[in-house]
């Protein structure tokens, strides 16, 4: 589904996924065409025959699709958005991926392409096992892969010919905000990082929302989830948990509706969206019930993070908690007005112009 996954034990594939009612949770309830030559240096390039975004092509971009490995193996495929009046000599560049459970050709390629626009060279990607990327099976995450995922970004972009290796920032939206401060820490190659709408996706599944979740439903879910494996291995394939529901009749939980006005409408639905669509394996939360994304924050430090969070957004509080606990440089910006899901692709609410002049001042 969203940033928190259904556990929806039993539940198989078939037409009938996408229905699950998201209120059958273990815990709490869930409150998550241009074309161009190809001039990289790395990974494979081709150009784009149609445009299936969910947003408009800008004519001040080239558009490329590309693809790359990561440090496990596994193909990522990624839409690389450069400057269409850009000046001979290398560029910064960002890499942008999220929300959880999206692709590439929602929000990621949005901010990407703003980005491209404003002068700078940006990576939308899908990580691995979702989206276009590989990995089988598909419709899991993990929040080593999936950090992983942003350096092999980084991986592609130093060595792309257009690309000034030194200045490479990252940006993560909602779940892959947690994995883009992740990659940050680790990975000193990034000078800057910016999340907007930030789930910390470990925390989320092992405390539940706002660290509701008791001793007793995290044990109870755990159980559930590791005899699915049972089923999954007996069936040889994964029970998908199912993602949002058809219709919201008799959903009255505001974030639900948030959530579905965005991924099951031509706002921002996505046939390879994960959160549009089945939703994800039902024992994806395992990965992140043990093992804490964001231990290390403070050693982003002193390279610079941004927080942007929305000021009525469920999730605002975890960017809250991230900025007590990074160290300097860092800011936490509050948009007036904003819930979670608008700085997904409200233009006219993500602070772009921030964005740029940050990435301006620390990729310099």
Same mark, same amino acid.
């Given at each position: 589904?969203? $940033?928190?996954?259904?556990?929806?034990?039993?539940?198989?594939?078939?037409?009938?996924?996408?229905? /699950?009612?998201?209120?059958?949770?273990?815990?709490?309830?869930?409150?998550?065409?241009?074309?161009?030559?190809? +001039?990289?240096?790395?990974?494979?390039?081709?150009?784009?025959?149609?445009?299936?975004?969910?947003?408009?092509?800008?004519?001040?971009?080239?558009?490329?699709?590309?693809?790359?490995?990561?440090?496990?193996?596994?193909?990522?495929?990624?839409?690389?958005?450069?400057?269409?009046? /850009?000046?001979?000599?290398?560029?910064?560049?960002?890499?942008?991926?999220?929300?959880?459970?999206?692709?590439?050709?929602?929000?990621?390629?949005?901010?990407?392409?703003?980005?491209? $626009?404003?002068?700078?060279?940006?990576?939308?990607?899908?990580p691995s096992y979702v989206?276009?990327?590989? %990995?089988?099976?598909?419709?899991?995450?993990?929040?080593?892969?999936?950090?992983?995922?942003?350096?092999?970004?980084?991986?592609?972009?130093?060595?792309?010919?257009?690309?000034?290796?030194?200045?490479?920032?990252?940006?993560?939206? @909602? %779940?892959?905000?947690?994995?883009?401060? !992740?990659?940050?820490?680790?990975?000193?190659?990034?000078?800057?990082?910016?999340? +907007?709408?930030?789930?910390?996706?470990?925390?989320?599944k092992v405390r539940g929302?706002?660290?509701?979740?008791?001793? &007793?439903?995290?044990?109870?879910?755990?159980?559930?989830?590791?005899?699915? /494996?049972?089923?999954?291995?007996?069936?040889?394939?994964?029970?998908?948990?199912?993602?949002?529901?058809? +219709?919201?009749?008799?959903?009255?939980?505001?974030?639900?509706?948030?959530?579905?006005?965005?991924?099951?409408?031509?706002?921002?639905?996505?046939?390879?969206?994960?959160?549009?669509?089945?939703?994800?394996?039902?024992? !994806?939360?395992?990965?992140?019930?043990?093992?804490?994304?964001?231990?290390?924050?403070?050693?982003?430090?002193?390279?610079? +993070?941004?927080?942007?969070?929305? $000021?009525?957004?469920?999730?605002?509080?975890?960017?809250?908690?991230?900025?007590?606990?990074?160290?300097?440089?860092? &800011?936490?910006?509050?948009?007036?007005?904003?819930?979670?899901?608008?700085?997904?692709?409200?233009?006219?609410?993500?602070?772009?112009?921030?964005?740029?002049?940050? @990435?301006?001042?620390?990729?310099?």
């Amino acid at each position: 589904m969203n $940033e928190q996954d259904t556990p929806g034990m039993g539940q198989q594939r078939g037409p009938d996924a996408g229905r /699950r009612n998201l209120l059958k949770l273990t815990g709490p309830s869930i409150a998550a065409l241009g074309v161009i030559s190809a +001039t990289s240096g790395s990974g494979f390039a081709q150009e784009a025959p149609t445009w299936d975004k969910t947003f408009p092509l800008s004519d001040r971009i080239e558009h490329q699709k590309v693809s790359f490995s990561n440090r496990y193996g596994t193909t990522l495929s990624g839409d690389l958005y450069l400057p269409r009046d /850009r000046a001979d000599g290398r560029l910064p560049a960002l890499a942008v991926a999220g929300p959880f459970g999206a692709v590439k050709e929602q929000s990621a390629g949005l901010y990407a392409q703003t980005m491209a $626009e404003r002068g700078y060279v940006a990576l939308a990607l899908d990580p691995s096992y979702v989206g276009e990327s590989g %990995g089988e099976p598909h419709s899991v995450a993990s929040p080593d892969i999936n950090t992983e995922d942003f350096s092999a970004a980084v991986d592609y972009l130093g060595l792309h010919a257009s690309v000034d290796r030194e200045r490479i920032g990252i940006i993560g939206i @909602c %779940g892959f905000a947690g994995m883009a401060l !992740n990659a940050a820490a680790v990975d000193k190659r990034v000078k800057a990082v910016a999340t +907007t709408s930030m789930y910390d996706m470990s925390r989320v599944k092992v405390r539940g929302y706002h660290d509701s979740l008791t001793p &007793e439903q995290r044990a109870e879910m755990l159980d559930q989830v590791s005899r699915q /494996r049972w089923t999954d291995a007996e069936r040889g394939m994964p029970a998908l948990a199912g993602g949002l529901p058809e +219709t919201l009749d008799g959903i009255d939980d505001p974030v639900i509706q948030m959530y579905w006005d965005y991924y099951k409408t031509p706002r921002g639905f996505h046939p390879r969206s994960v959160n549009s669509t089945t939703g994800w394996t039902t024992t !994806n939360p395992l990965s992140f019930m043990n093992m804490p994304l964001l231990s290390y924050i403070a050693e982003i430090s002193p390279r610079p +993070t941004l927080l942007i969070a929305g $000021e009525h957004a469920h999730s605002r509080y975890f960017s809250e908690d991230v900025y007590a606990a990074a160290a300097e440089p860092k &800011e936490l910006m509050i948009i007036p007005g904003a819930d979670h899901v608008a700085l997904y692709d409200r233009v006219d609410v993500i602070p772009f112009d921030k964005l740029a002049s940050d @990435c301006e001042q620390h990729l310099a």
